[in-house]
């Protein structure tokens, strides 16, 4: 439950991140959207699986998992 909400929050904040690095450089608000909308959810993807990756390690060498 914890991986979840922490991966909600991020996308959440780099979603805003996003548009509004792109709409400063674009002046546009449909390529701040368009970029806001699919670059995070990349990057969401990408961090739950980088996470993931980071447990096992961390299970491997006998560490408690703090994504639990």
Known sequence: MRLALKT?????????V????????TQDWRAALAVGLIEPLVQTVAYA???RAWARVERRRG???PAS
Request: net charge negative; proline share 4%; aromatic share 14%.
């Open 18 to 25: 996003a548009i509004t690095v792109t709409f400063l450089i």
């Open 49 to 51: 699986l980088h996470e």
């Open 63 to 65: 560490a408690p998992d």
């Open 8 to 16: 909600g929050t991020y996308s959440l904040t780099h979603f805003a």
